[in-house]
């Protein structure tokens, strides 16, 4: 009986040891942080030169040979884009009809957050101005800047019902 109670005291003084060093590494790590410091890690051993696995890149501050040069502020990046008409995309805005008024054809766009729009002909959008609304089409002049920084201007066209191959 003695020597059973021997093995759980053991464990027990382990598992507190272990809860000890477990709540000072914590701690530490904490106290670096809020002092703005990192931590101090231990650096894994040398591997072999080994060619890199093709899912990682070889080391992180190496940039991806797959981006762009130069940000183009196109679809996918977030801009501080002014409120209203002022702040469309012609790349992101979906056309979702258009009405005969009286001082001709009013095109309905929304936004990707699904705001809704009414453009009339020469609106100046973020990137571009609406050239010309029909009955079923509304056509841009987009203004943006090619892989080099320089400015370009393309006509853009937005079919209410697209075709194949159309872009919406």
């Known amino acids: 009986m003695g020597?059973?109670?021997r093995n759980r005291l053991r464990r027990f003084a382990r598992a507190i040891a272990l809860l000890g060093l477990l709540i000072w590494c914590v701690s530490f790590s904490w106290a670096a942080q809020s002092q703005g410091q990192k931590p101090p890690t231990k650096t894994p051993p040398a591997k072999p030169a080994a060619s890199p696995s093709p899912s990682k890149p070889a080391a992180s501050h190496e940039r991806d040979p797959f981006a762009p040069l130069i940000q183009t502020g196109e679809a996918g990046s977030h801009l501080n884009l002014p409120q209203g008409?002022?702040?469309l995309q012609v790349s992101t805005l979906h056309l979702e009809g258009?009405?005969?008024a009286a001082e001709g054809m009013v095109a309905v766009v929304s936004n990707p957050q699904g705001s809704v729009y009414f453009l009339?002909?020469?609106d100046h959008l973020y990137d571009g101005i609406v050239e010309k609304i029909g009955?079923?089409?509304i056509t841009f002049q987009q203004e943006s800047k090619d892989?080099?920084?320089?400015p370009m201007e393309r006509e853009v066209?937005?079919?209410l019902y697209p075709m194949a191959g159309d872009e919406q």
């Open 3 to 5: 020597q059973k109670n």
């Open 85 to 87: 008409i002022a702040g």
């Open 98 to 100: 258009m009405v005969k």
């Open 120 to 122: 009339h002909d020469g």
């Open 135 to 137: 009955l079923d089409e």
């Open 147 to 150: 892989a080099f920084g320089r």
């Open 157 to 159: 066209s937005k079919r």
